[in-house]
């Protein structure tokens, strides 16, 4: 039904576990996880995906303030919070909505960084960069999408640390407002504004 490209395009494929991760490892062209596991990164590289990207995505909810960014998350990603198969293996939307209504507000917060604080964010980034990624999609939840993208313009990839090479990481953005940094290779110097820095492997 459809042509098929010269020349196949590279498919990812999402790991929550040590076996999806061993399949990403053995048949994908890269790795996708919600969660900064050094173990998944592990599993990956041992079979067979050392060299391949490794996509973390951080889900965010960025506003003026930490309560108004709680409220939305809680409103728009409480699945989020959810532990387990909760968050994997339910059946139907609603069993979905069912199981996030257990959830309060500051359980959503503890899963999903919220509001201003640039630290925080920078941070969160930082943790997959340890765990072995070396993308990371950043993903905001709730309708200031234009709010989310300048701050992370001012306060996260403007103070990025520049690397030894002097090339700068570059932003890559995407018409539903997340933001991804793929880093350049090589440790970098320390920042001057005194930030939480992105550490990159050697």
């Known amino acids: 039904m459809y042509s098929v490209p010269d020349k196949p395009p590279p498919i990812t494929i999402a790991a929550a576990g040590e076996q999806s991760a061993e399949l990403a490892g053995r048949i994908g062209d890269g790795l996708v996880s919600t969660a900064p596991d050094a173990a998944l990164v592990d599993r990956f590289e041992a079979s067979g995906g050392a060299g391949r990207p490794r996509y973390g995505q951080l889900t965010v909810c960025w506003a003026e303030s930490e309560d108004a960014a709680v409220e939305t998350a809680a409103e728009v990603w409480p699945n989020g919070a959810l532990q387990g198969d909760l968050g994997q293996e339910l059946a139907l939307p609603r069993h979905f ?106």
Do not use: N
């Open 97 to 202: 909505r069912q199981a996030a209504s257990t959830l309060d507000p500051q359980q959503v917060a503890e899963a999903v960084v919220c509001g201003p604080d640039a630290g925080r964010h920078r941070e969160a980034i930082a943790e997959f960069e340890r765990a072995g990624f070396d993308r990371v999609y950043v993903h905001q939840v709730g309708p200031d999408q234009a709010g989310f993208m300048r701050f992370y313009a001012r306060e996260i990839l403007a103070r990025a640390p520049v690397p030894r090479t002097g090339k700068c990481a570059r932003p890559h953005t995407d018409d539903r407002g997340g933001v991804s940094a793929a880093p350049d290779r090589g440790r970098r110097e320390p920042s001057d504004e005194g930030g939480s820095e992105w550490p990159i492997r050697s």
